[in-house]
T-cell receptor, first 112, second 116 residues
Framework: GQNIDQPTEMTATEGAIVQINCTYQTSGFNGLFWYQQHAGEAPTFLSYNVLDGLEEKGRFSSFLSRSKGYSYLLLKELQMKDSASYLCAVGGESYNTDKLIFGTGTRLQVFP | NAGVTQTPKFRILKIGQSMTLQCAQDMNHNYMYWYRQDPGMGLKLIYYSVGAGITDKGEVPNGYNVSRSTTEDFPLRLELAAPSQTSVYFC???????????????FGNGTRLTVT
């Protein structure tokens, strides 16, 4: 089976740094994605990790430790527009394709 | 470039009715997915397809059916709608998955379905 855990809600102040954690237990592993989803909109791709370490993309960074089943998304210089849900999704190897399974998401509220 | 197009955007069904949610992509992606998202929750995989003529069940397939006759289209069929199927439905596609390498999912804008 597959289990993905994220905190339900987080709050932060504009200009600050916030770290959103994701832990997973899956029968296989074939990469971890982070998506951003604004209220009432579709998810959009933020980052992808398949090897251990840190991937940096501008204000956003994502880290992966496969041995610990752990990832985090780091958001720097927070802006009001970063208020959204952040979804962790893990791919578990299965039958010639990859069932990408999502966590329940972390709703981030950024305050001025 | 349209990407992933879902229709309708909104729909209200009565219990026991049936309907088909349409999904089309113009990116020549082999992989397509249907997810549902309940309020305040993450995405649950209903069905997915790795190419025309091939479909498989996801986490929550009961009450749904899919078909994939072409690369572009991946309709989701609801038979005998129930209140538990009230949700937002997202269709997504990707260029590659699994052993072929992982490309991100491209999502449609969603279909908001209410069953009363």
């Amino acid at each position: 089976g597959q289990n993905i855990d994220q905190p339900t809600e987080m709050t932060a102040t504009e200009g600050a740094i916030v770290q959103i954690n994701c832990t997973y237990q899956t029968s296989g592993f074939n990469g971890l994605f982070w998506y951003q989803q604004h209220a009432g909109e579709a998810p959009t791709f933020l980052s992808y990790n398949v090897l251990d370490g840190l991937e940096e993309k501008g204000r956003f960074s994502s880290f992966l430790s496969r041995s610990k089943g752990y990832s985090y998304l780091l958001l720097k210089e927070l802006q009001m527009k970063d208020s959204a849900s952040y979804l962790c999704a893990v791919g578990g190897e299965s039958y010639n394709t990859d069932k990408l399974i999502f966590g329940t998401g972390t709703r981030l509220q950024v305050f001025p | 470039n349209a990407g992933v197009t879902q229709t309708p955007k909104f729909r209200i069904l009565k219990i026991g009715q049936s309907m088909t949610l349409q999904c089309a992509q113009d990116m020549n992606h082999n992989y397509m997915y249907w997810y549902r998202q309940d309020p305040g929750m993450g995405l649950k995989l209903i069905y997915y397809s790795v190419g025309a003529g091939i479909t498989d069940k996801g986490e929550v397939p009961n009450g749904y059916n899919v078909s994939r006759s072409t690369t572009e289209d991946f309709p989701l069929r609801l038979e005998l709608a129930a209140p538990s199927q009230t949700s937002v439905y997202f269709c997504a596609s990707s260029y590659s998955r699994g052993r072929e390498g992982n490309s991100p999912l491209h999502f449609g804008n969603g279909t908001r379905l209410t069953v009363t």
